[in-house]
């Protein structure tokens, strides 16, 4: 049983364009959700978080927007650029032993 | 940021053989690591949680005799794969949490450790 889902395995955007990654999930006990990038070949690095109780949460050109009556967020990037293109794993906690529950991650690829 | 690190970066060894990987909280103190699988085209799966003085928790279909983990001191985790055969062939990364700018809830990983069985 999947508790967190990302649908799209990979996204083709332009640079320059807005890149949106969504993410689903299905426990409604998370109160925290975290966004990681992953190069190949190395250990993923945290990109952006948000809590339960807000809805949308701003870093640069990274921001997380959290619709829990959906049980659906979305990492958007604006604009795109080719430093971007990585996998992305979406995550997601309900506890206080930092355990993250993974999406299947998306792969993000910047044309130029 | 935290830093953790992970030894050795790439290990390849013959089936039957074990091999050992260290995670370190480079810049801080971690009670608790953890230790993920990653295959290719595939999610990070979490394989277990290494406390530190106790035992480690094991997810749901790990072998703990066969990812035999150690957590003997705040800053080091080690990870052993005994006989060690080519389906263990992976992408091993440990994660420690410390306070960043998500605070209570952000991880630190290693770098990962490729591992190949022949």
């Known amino acids: 049983d999947q508790q967190v889902k990302q649908n799209s395995p990979s996204l083709s955007v332009q640079e320059g364009r807005i890149s949106i990654l969504n993410c689903d999930y299905t426990?409604?006990?998370?109160?925290?959700f975290l966004w990681y990038k992953k190069y190949p070949a190395e250990g993923p690095t945290f990109l952006i978080s948000?809590?339960?109780i807000k809805d949308k949460n701003e870093d640069g050109r990274f921001t997380v927007f959290l619709n829990k009556s959906a049980k659906h967020l979305s990492l958007h990037i604006v604009p795109s650029q080719p430093g971007d293109s990585a996998v992305y794993f979406c995550?997601?906690?309900?506890?206080?032993?930092?355990?993250?529950?993974w999406g299947a991650g998306t792969k993000l690829i910047i044309k130029p | 940021g935290a830093v953790v690190s992970q030894h050795p970066s790439w290990v390849i060894c013959k089936s039957g053989t074990s091999v050992k990987i260290e995670c370190r909280s480079l810049?801080?103190?971690?009670?608790?690591m953890f230790w993920y699988r990653q295959f290719p085209k595939q999610s990070l799966m979490l394989m277990a949680t290494?406390?530190?003085?106790?035992?480690?928790?094991?997810e749901q279909g790990v072998e703990k005799d066969k990812f035999l983990i150690n957590h003997a001191s705040l800053t080091l985790s080690t990870l052993t794969v005994t006989s060690a055969h080519p389906e263990d062939s992976s992408f091993y990364i440990c994660?420690?949490?410390?306070?960043?700018?998500?605070?209570?809830?952000?991880?630190?990983f290693g770098p990962g450790t490729r591992l190949t069985v022949t």
């Open positions: 995550a997601a906690s309900s506890d206080s032993n930092y355990q993250l529950i």
């Open positions: 948000i809590s339960s």
């Open positions: 290494s406390n530190e003085g106790s035992k480690a928790t094991y």
């Open positions: 994660s420690a949490p410390a306070r960043g700018r998500a605070a209570l809830y952000e991880q630190y």
């Open positions: 426990n409604s006990m998370f109160d925290y």
């Open positions: 810049d801080f103190q971690a009670t608790t």
